[in-house]
């Protein structure tokens, strides 16, 4: 089965300087990677994804990339709010042909004003 | 994308009881899943239930312990069974909604205690 490292497990930052996650997995054959953020108190929620076959994705602020030789993939968020301040969890495939997730242990980002 | 409704979302237990937990999705959904997460971890799968057939549970999680039904395509139920305070924790449903991605859905969670 897949096993998702994630780091750091906590991110201190000013408002308005970028914040990087990065997660390892170990399924080469996976080819799925979400983020969710989870604010305190709610459920998880999707906020970027990418597939294998592309090595970045952007949306807005946020932006993932993925290295599938070194098997990690990283989320990256530029000018940072203190509403982006919440707990980010990766996840990969649970098995090369499956999408059921595995999830990373989770970061925890707080954004000083 | 789809949305679902949990409940209860919150319950106080008695330790020996049980508690079910339902979810409901507002379109059809192949597969459902069960998660649990304890305060400030991550989520652990605790079983798939698709429809028509048993679910498949994760290791370290029996049947017996947590009994999942899965009567249509738009709905689940989980019940922790013979709770014990080592039950007690956040439990979450979840449903692959995504048309053009595979991104999963959460419902809201349910916060169980056991005293």
């Known amino acids: 089965g897949e096993n998702v490292e994630q780091h750091p497990s906590t991110l201190s930052v000013q408002e308005g300087d970028s914040a990087v996650i990065k997660c390892t997995y170990s399924d080469s054959a996976s080819n799925y990677f979400p983020w969710y953020k989870q604010e305190l108190g709610k459920r998880p929620q999707l906020i970027i994804d990418?597939?294998?076959?592309?090595g970045e994705k952007k949306d807005q602020r946020i932006a993932v990339t993925l290295n599938k030789t070194a098997k990690h993939f990283s989320l990256h968020i530029t000018e940072t709010q203190p509403e982006d301040s919440a707990v980010y969890f990766c996840?990969?495939?649970?098995?090369?042909?499956?999408?059921?997730?595995?999830f990373g242990r989770g970061t925890s980002l707080i954004v000083h004003p | 994308s789809a949305v679902i409704s949990q409940k209860p979302s919150r319950d106080i237990c008695q330790r020996g009881t049980s508690l079910t937990i339902q979810c409901q999705v507002d379109s059809q959904v192949t597969m459902m899943f069960w998660y649990r997460q304890q305060p400030g971890q991550s989520l652990t799968l605790i079983a798939t239930a698709n429809q028509g057939s048993e679910a498949t549970y994760e290791s370290g999680f029996v049947i017996d312990k947590f009994p999942i039904s899965r009567p249509n395509l738009t709905f689940s139920t989980l019940t922790v069974s013979n709770m014990s305070p080592e039950d007690s924790s956040i439990y979450l449903c979840?449903?692959?909604?995504?048309?053009?991605?595979?991104?999963?859905?959460f419902g809201s969670g349910t916060r169980l205690t056991v005293v």
């Open positions: 979840s449903a692959q909604t995504g048309t053009m991605n595979y991104g999963y859905t």
């Open positions: 990418i597939r294998s076959n592309v």
């Open positions: 996840a990969a495939p649970t098995s090369g042909g499956s999408y059921i997730p595995t």
